[in-house]
Nanobody, 115 residues
């Protein structure tokens, strides 16, 4: 059973930065992909960024140039560095990984951008 444990998040002012972490109980190199999603109340979870094929990274247009997805393979951890945060980035952020045709999700972490 794969476990993804998230940390980070919190309250930040517009223009500020936060970094989220997603630690895996399994070697992350075994995942087909790892992703960050976010969700606001009443809305579906939307893809923020994903890493696949080892080092290919895709970003949603809404975060391109502001967010950076990275991994520390030795620590089996994925990160999301969020810069120049906007009020509309406020959401619960989830990490997700796919292995052996099974999706696994982190527990979610709240990010609130407010002055």
């Amino acid at each position: 059973q794969v476990q993804l444990v998230q940390s980070g998040g919190g309250l930040v002012q517009p223009g500020g930065s936060l970094t989220l972490s997603c630690a895996s109980s399994t070697n992350i190199l075994s995942f087909y992909y790892m992703s960050w999603y976010r969700q606001t109340p009443g809305s579906r979870r939307d893809l923020v960024a994903t890493i696949y094929g080892g080092n290919r990274i895709h970003y949603d247009d809404s975060v391109k140039g502001r967010f950076i997805l990275s991994t520390d393979n030795a620590k089996n951890t994925m990160f999301l560095e969020m810069n120049n945060l906007k009020v509309e980035d406020t959401a619960i952020y989830y990490c997700k990984a796919l292995i052996d045709n099974n999706d696994y999700w982190g527990q979610g972490t709240q990010v609130t951008v407010s002055s």
